[in-house]
């Protein structure tokens, strides 16, 4: 019996049944921000641009951002609908947050962001992955403007009208939003135009409050839509790359030479360290201790970190001659021993000219470096890979800085000139800003540096070194208070 087969459907069919098409709802399967779960998503973008609205808009940033953040990420946990899952995305927003709530600075604000872009491909996805990051910091700076434009595509009017309102917004859209902050800026560098524009814009909702909200809308939306359609955060398909550093050179007879040639150059500097900074010999006429210090603290740190990129690059050729490994152990704590004399070479200069942020900051990463190579030398002792030592690595890093972020520097490099027995750079530490109010104002040395302490004006910057600097003044202030008072009597 033969198969009977329909070629073709009748043309009176193809007419009469437009009905069976539904692309809205195979548009729904592929788009996770449509239907409920998109209005949904709208919603709380709209609750989180009018929270964004209350705690930044004339106000200076402070523990509102750790509000804010705390805010998306339970805006999120709606979004998902789950209850699993969420512990450790939820710890690691917490740690992220808490440098903001320390002080906000550029560092404390980048552990925030950073870490939140964390959580989210965590919570989202279930697991942790370098991939997605990428993916969301690929896709951040343009997700809103795109589903703005396929909102608008899929939006219920005629098809000529929707094409032509689509044609509009792509064309211009990009335009007018720069249009609208070039504006903005103007009228904020302007007064003429700023007057103009007060007299014909005569509703109680400022310009500036309408770029606010569209700027923070642009921003909250890619959280949320990544929230609702996970498979955002999903790689493009194709083949991995692998990057290959180029020989350069490199095999066991050439490191073999390398590395007896570095030592015996390296051992010339570290006797002469050994000489002046250890022992205590005399300098060369004319040279003192601060010069020498100074000279060669930051390019013999510089040599370390060559060092420590030349023992990732020689290591695949260490077990192809016999005593390498040796000659690399003997090459590693050379520099080792080479950072902590830059360490003495700062510490010197320090005595001699002062405490600066630059000298503190050169010290906590002589100290890094230091620790990443002893990391090195660990990593070819136990046969350990090189993602092993980027990670630890990675992670020693990420941790210093973290702490840093709790560490008040300005009071710590007030406090280190001014209790210097013979010298310190008052206009320096004049300039070292509101969170050195306290130590200037204990001090009784500084008598024409007038620096103002941190004000907190509302609850929304409030932070805790601001209020512990606040304090401190206080502290500071109380006794004088004391003794005019009788007079005043």
Not at 39 to 44: E, F, L, N, S, T
Not at 83 to 99: C, K, R
Not at 134 to 147: E, G
Not at 321 to 346: D, E, F, H
């Amino acid at each position: 019996m033969g198969q009977f087969v329909v070629r073709g459907v009748p043309a009176s069919v193809l007419q009469d049944s437009w009905w069976f098409d539904s692309p809205d709802r195979e548009q729904n399967k592929r788009d996770g921000t449509s239907g409920p779960r998109r209005r949904q998503a709208v919603g709380g973008l709209v609750i989180l641009v009018a929270l964004a609205d209350v705690l930044f808009l004339d106000f200076a940033p402070g523990i509102s951002l750790a509000v804010f953040a705390l805010a998306v990420a339970g805006v999120i946990w709606l979004l998902l609908r789950r209850q699993t899952g969420l512990i450790g995305p939820g710890l690691l927003l917490v740690l992220s947050a808490l440098p903001v709530v320390e002080y906000v600075q550029a560092l404390s604000v980048a552990f925030l962001m950073g870490g939140s872009a964390v959580a989210l491909c965590w919570v989202v996805l279930g697991r942790s992955e370098g991939a997605a990051l990428r993916r969301l910091v690929t896709l951040y700076p343009f997700l809103a403007i795109r589903h703005a434009i396929e909102a608008v595509r899929q939006s219920h009017i005629t098809s000529r009208t929707d094409g032509a309102v689509f044609h509009i917004l792509r064309a211009w859209g990009f335009p007018t939003g720069g249009a609208l902050v070039l504006m903005a800026l103007m009228l904020s560098a302007n007064p003429v135009l700023s007057d103009w524009a007060d007299r014909i814009w005569r509703f109680d909702i400022r310009l500036d409050r309408m770029l606010f909200w569209l700027g923070a809308a642009v921003m909250i939306w890619p959280v949320l839509a990544v929230s609702v359609q996970p498979e955002l955060l999903a790689p493009r398909a194709g083949p991995a790359r692998m990057w290959d550093l180029p020989g350069l050179g490199l095999n066991a007879g050439s490191v073999a030479n390398a590395l007896i040639t570095f030592n015996m150059l390296l051992a010339i500097q570290t006797g002469m360290d050994v000489l002046f900074l250890w022992g205590s010999a005399d300098l060369p006429d004319g040279m003192s201790y601060a010069e020498y210090a100074h000279r060669g603290a930051y390019p013999l740190l510089a040599t370390a970190l060559l060092a420590g990129a030349f023992a990732l690059a020689a290591r695949p050729f260490l077990a192809e001659q016999p005593g390498l490994t040796r000659w690399m152990m003997l090459w590693l704590a050379q520099n080792v021993l080479l950072v902590i004399s830059s360490l003495m070479r700062l510490s010197l200069y320090v005595d001699a000219y002062g405490l600066t942020y630059l000298r503190v900051h050169a010290a906590i990463w002589m100290a890094l470096v230091a620790a990443g190579l002893c990391l090195t030398g660990w990593q070819i002792l136990q046969g350990k890979s090189n993602k092993w030592l980027l990670l630890r690595s990675a992670t020693l890093g990420i941790g210093v800085l973290y702490a840093c972020c709790f560490i008040n520097f300005a009071a710590l490099i007030a406090r280190e000139n001014l209790h210097h027995p013979q010298r310190y750079d008052e206009y320096y530490v004049c300039q070292l800003g509101p969170m050195a109010a306290a130590e200037i104002a204990a001090s009784p040395r500084l008598t024409g540096c007038s620096v103002q302490g941190p004000q907190i004006s509302n609850w929304r910057e409030w932070g805790f070194r601001a209020d512990r600097v606040i304090r401190s003044l206080k502290t500071e202030m109380t006794p004088e208070i004391a003794d005019e008072n009788p007079r005043r009597g």
